[in-house]
Every structure is written in structure tokens, then in C-alpha cells.
């Protein structure tokens, strides 16, 4: 592990599927089972990120159910991300987002989310609006879709009322918010990060949408305006 810790950032490692084999041994639980970094230059380019997998075969299906089992997902969140700062020190490189999650993860996927690791709550802010688009309810065809995302996005993060709400749906969803130079999201139940999102998308986002115009109604507002020009002209 420590020559590839070493090598990890040379060219010829820069581009590569790593897969280890082998048994974990936590104790008083045994996984065999498979630990593998798709470095992947086509994916990385695409995706902007480093996947990291590790499966077992057995009783546990992933290695996230044996910490989550273990009640020490707090501990291994914390311990990662440690990890990856020192390895990136002098490198120029910093984890920005960190998925915890059984299974593969995708950004704004929340239903085997188990903890998060961000820059700010700015950023999860950006996460939640990004499942938010893929939700098919009327309203957000309408009323949030037209909206240019970055203007949508700044001008509820400007908001100190949703700090103050944002708190208040984290205890209620068993969420924790651990901060610093930048926040981790630790779920105290399998689907905290589902119930933070739906509380969060009804009281922020669609309270926030209530009074915005319908995309029919900017359509007239449109129309008309074309209309008055080809009138003058």
C-alpha cells in the first residue's frame, strides 16, 4: 500500500483500474471480497471524480454495511477523508466530494447515501437541487425549470432563513453536520439523507418557487413582446 501511495500520482498510475483481492478482517467479521479505484482517464474526464468500490461476497454485500453494522461510520468518514488530505498535501490536490454510499453512487443520488463530504453547504445545497430536477412534479416543470440554475441556486444559499431551517431538518431527519474548513454529512438512519431531502425540498425549495411565474405565463410575457416589436416595425 505504501508504494502505491507513492506511485498513486505518477503518470503511469494516472490512468488505471487498481483491483485488490482478498479477506477483511474486522474483528469478529470476515469479508472476502474485492477493493477496486477506477482511475480511468475516459471516466475521470467524464465524471470529474475517482470512483472507489469495495464489495463483499457473502453476509455483507458491501463494505459500507459492515461499518454501518459496526456503528462506525462516523469513525471511517472521518479517518478517509484525513487520509486523502495528507496523501494530496503538496500535490495541489484536495477531495471536494466524497460519496459514502452502498453501492455505486451519482451525484444528487440519495437513497444508499450514508455520508457526504463537501466544501461547504453551499455545495449541498447544489446536490439536493440536482435531485430535485429529476423529479417530475408540475411545479418544478413549471416554476423551476425556467429559472437559470446559478441565479435559483445563489439566490436561496443568500437566504438566512434557510440556514436557520436547514438545521432544524437535519435533527428531524437524523442527520449530522460536521464542520470545518469544509462539512460532512453523516446519516444516524439508512434514510436520513431521502428524508432531509424531501423536508428540504418542500419547505425551501418548492416555498421559495410558490410566487415565481409559470413557464406559460413567461411564454405570453414573451410573446407579447415580440408582438409589440413586430407592431412598431
Request: charged share 30%; glycine share 6%.
Amino acid at each position: 500500500m505504501h508504494g502505491l501511495r507513492k506511485f498513486f500520482y505518477q503518470e503511469r498510475l494516472f490512468s488505471s483500474i487498481i483491483v485488490f483481492e482478498g479477506t477483511w478482517d474486522f474483528d469478529d467479521v470476515k469479508l472476502v471480497g474485492f477493493f477496486s479505484a477506477n482511475n480511468e482517464y475516459v471516466w475521470q474526464n467524464a465524471y470529474h471524480d475517482v470512483e472507489i468500490d469495495a464489495y463483499g461476497r457473502g453476509e455483507f454485500g458491501d463494505l459500507m454495511d459492515v461499518f454501518w453494522d459496526r456503528n462506525e461510520i462516523e469513525n471511517l468518514v472521518s479517518a478517509f477523508i484525513t487520509e486523502l488530505r495528507q496523501i494530496g498535501r503538496g500535490k495541489n490536490t484536495k477531495p471536494s466530494q466524497v460519496y459514502f454510499s452502498v453501492g455505486a453512487p451519482e451525484y444528487g443520488e440519495l437513497s444508499n447515501l450514508l455520508a457526504l463530504h463537501l466544501q461547504d453547504w453551499r455545495a449541498f445545497v447544489g446536490f439536493l437541487y440536482s435531485r430535485l430536477r429529476k423529479d417530475k412534479a408540475p411545479w418544478i416543470k413549471n416554476k423551476v425549470a425556467p429559472i437559470d440554475r446559478g441565479f435559483f441556486l445563489r439566490s436561496i444559499r443568500e437566504q438566512d432563513v434557510v440556514k436557520n431551517i436547514s438545521r432544524k431538518i437535519l435533527r428531524e431527519s437524523l442527520l449530522i453536520e460536521r464542520t470545518g474548513k469544509s462539512v460532512t454529512y453523516i446519516a444516524k438512519d439508512r434514510k436520513a439523507f431521502t428524508k432531509f431531502y424531501q423536508k428540504f425540498k418542500e419547505e425551501i425549495f418548492r416555498s421559495a418557487s410558490g410566487d415565481l411565474p409559470e413557464a406559460e405565463k413567461l411564454k405570453k410575457l414573451m410573446q407579447k413582446g415580440l408582438e409589440r416589436v413586430e407592431t412598431l416595425g
